[in-house]
């Protein structure tokens, strides 16, 4: 059929696919074999939960990769249904799936080689807070498909150095989704983010996948998903994700819980999913945690904290707690929260009557972001201006300069 010139149709490509690339000893994409069901760059079985997440990053990764097909993964749109969960016994299930499928080639995985995913993913995530998720993307998604997903294939001397490998490939596939997330590339996040979930399932890391899921959960809050956010959030509150994690990312995952129950209008637990977020952190000391959650401090808590608050319609306890968040952050090494933070703060001010304190912060927001790639800065830029479009001819010139200071950003950021 497909010699005559129609192409396989409904899981006959993807069964086609997997083949080939077992057989082959490398990982193929439905456009390496001209067997995409849709025009190029909009297949998409990130969100499929029965389709080989090997498979499904491979493919990510080759569109990512391509100009053409990532500047239409940049364009497609963010999937609420996406976000539905497989069931407890798919979760449970995982591990055994990872454990019995067929080496896709003879290379041996060494300790080496996972250490070195797990070294560049550090190095990354330092980057990406400092400088934004837009800068050093493309180069991590090309670390990710040549040097990180050809272990997934690989054979394995143990179970443990399986599960590490899985662990290690599952968190840098994580941050290249939080990457695009901050990017503002929604769907393309959503996509990375749901695979890593499933590879950490089958790495069967539960402090790991309650990372993900909070990181989902964080976009959906963002995205104006609550109902979604909420689940996602809850998924992540489980007892072998939450139950099993550090107190720091405990503490992480409960002030995101926190932020999805704002969203969804719950005040009591909102308060109550706060106050455990700060009795974890507390809790936490310098070593006991992963790599992965070093940047959760106080900073952090605060500016998630005020999150919350702001969107229960508590602007005046927002400010509070952004300003507490700005006042303990490193700056130079958290830059990009920082210029966000600071947004945030003027937002709340502005929201109480004190335009020329909020420019004043917002002003500070600017000298922040210099040097910052970033779609959430970009995000406060655009709120900047809107919140003070309707002062602008009236304002005076401390307005004006901000306005024309907002512009040269913009352009700057790109």
């Not at 309650?210 to 979604?228: F, T």
């Not at 966000?340 to 500070?364: D, P, S």
Request: glycine share 8%; hydrophobic share 40%; with cysteine.
């Amino acid at each position: 059929m497909w010699v005559l010139g129609t192409k396989p149709s409904g899981r006959a490509p993807h069964i086609l696919r997997e083949t080939l690339s077992r057989r082959l000893g490398r990982r193929f994409s439905l456009a390496d074999l001209g067997l995409e069901e849709a025009p190029t760059g909009t297949t998409d079985t990130g969100s499929d939960w029965s389709v080989d997440p090997l498979t499904a990053l491979a493919e990510l990764g080759s569109d990512d990769l391509d100009m053409h097909r990532r500047k239409l993964l940049a364009t497609a749109a963010y999937s609420a249904a996406g976000l539905a969960l497989p069931t407890t016994s798919w979760w449970a299930a995982a591990p055994d799936a990872a454990t019995n499928r067929r080496p896709a080639s003879s290379r041996s995985v060494t300790q080496a080689d996972v250490d070195d995913v797990r070294d560049l993913t550090v190095y990354y995530s330092a980057r990406d807070q400092q400088r934004g998720g837009a800068s050093g993307r493309k180069a991590l998604a090309s670390h990710l498909l040549d040097g990180a997903v050809p272990l997934l294939g690989g054979r394995f001397r143990t179970d443990q150095l399986r599960r590490d490998t899985y662990s290690a490939v599952a968190e840098m596939t994580y941050l290249a989704g939080w990457m695009a997330f901050d990017a503002s590339e929604h769907r393309t996040a959503q996509r990375y983010l749901t695979i890593a979930a499933r590879i950490a399932a089958e790495a069967g890391d539960g402090p790991l996948g309650g990372h993900v899921l909070r990181a989902l959960a964080h976009q959906a809050v963002d995205l104006g998903h609550p109902r979604r956010a909420l689940a996602l959030a809850d998924a992540s509150m489980s007892r072998d994700r939450y139950g099993q994690a550090s107190h720091r990312e405990r503490a992480l995952l409960a002030i995101v819980h926190a932020r999805a129950l704002a969203s969804d209008g719950d005040r009591a637990g909102t308060l109550a999913a706060i106050s455990r977020a700060e009795r974890d952190l507390a809790r936490a000391d310098a070593t006991e945690a992963p790599a992965r959650v070093g940047f959760f401090q106080e900073a952090s808590l605060a500016h998630e904290t005020a999150c919350a608050l702001r969107d229960m319609g508590q602007p005046r306890d927002a400010e509070i707690h952004f300003k507490r968040s700005v006042a303990t952050r490193r700056r130079q090494q958290f830059a990009r929260t920082h210029s966000v933070t600071l947004g945030y703060l003027g937002a709340v001010q502005v929201q109480q009557g004190r335009l020329e304190e909020a420019c004043a912060t917002w002003n500070e927001a600017l000298d922040a972001m210099a040097g910052i790639q970033s779609g959430r800065a970009r995000d406060v830029i655009v709120r900047m201006q809107s919140d003070i479009s309707p002062v602008r001819q009236r304002g005076g010139r401390y307005v004006a300069e901000l306005d024309r200071r907002a512009r040269g950003m913009l352009r700057a950021i790109g």
